[in-house]
């Protein structure tokens, strides 16, 4: 199975707890998670994703806005330094527990969140970080605890 991801949502799946901007949207994103969380490949794309999908049939949708596309560019750098890899579309990857691990001690030293500026949802992320990551959807490896330490 293959989860089309866009670069910032790549951050946004570090963070995510089962809230969103409505039960559909919610319930897709647990959707993704599952299979992120089961291993599933990620593709990178550009432009909406399949966390998108349930927002597309709105009016003025803001996934297709573009703020988010400067999003997804803040984004695939910084993701792709952290990782060490391409975060542009066509490029595939895999989120093990180790690499959401590695992703989420950058996120909480704030060291790939360039894109997460003016997100309404980052003050949540804040929060969310500052905790450990407790009550997250996506596992991380269990011995980790969101103690910064690389």
């Not at 360039?114 to 959807?137: K, M, P, Y």
Request: net charge positive; aromatic share 6%; proline share 6%.
């Amino acid at each position: 199975m293959i989860v089309r991801l866009r670069p910032h949502h790549l951050l946004c799946v570090l963070t995510y707890a089962g809230k969103g901007y409505g039960p559909a949207f919610t319930a897709n994103y647990d959707g993704v998670v599952r299979l992120l969380a089961a291993g599933a490949d990620v593709e990178i794309v550009s432009g909406p994703d399949d966390i998108c999908v349930p927002l597309l049939a709105g009016a003025d949708p803001h996934c297709l806005r573009a703020s988010v596309d400067e999003r997804d560019a803040l984004a695939a750098i910084g993701v792709g330094q952290a990782l060490g890899v391409s975060v542009a579309p066509g490029a595939r990857l895999r989120l093990p527990a180790e690499t959401v691990d590695k992703l989420r001690r950058r996120f909480a030293a704030r060291e790939v969140r360039q894109a997460c500026t003016g997100c309404e949802w980052s003050a949540l992320c804040d929060r969310i970080a500052a905790a450990g990551f407790a009550g997250v959807a996506l596992p991380g490896a269990p011995t980790w605890r969101g103690s910064g330490k690389s």
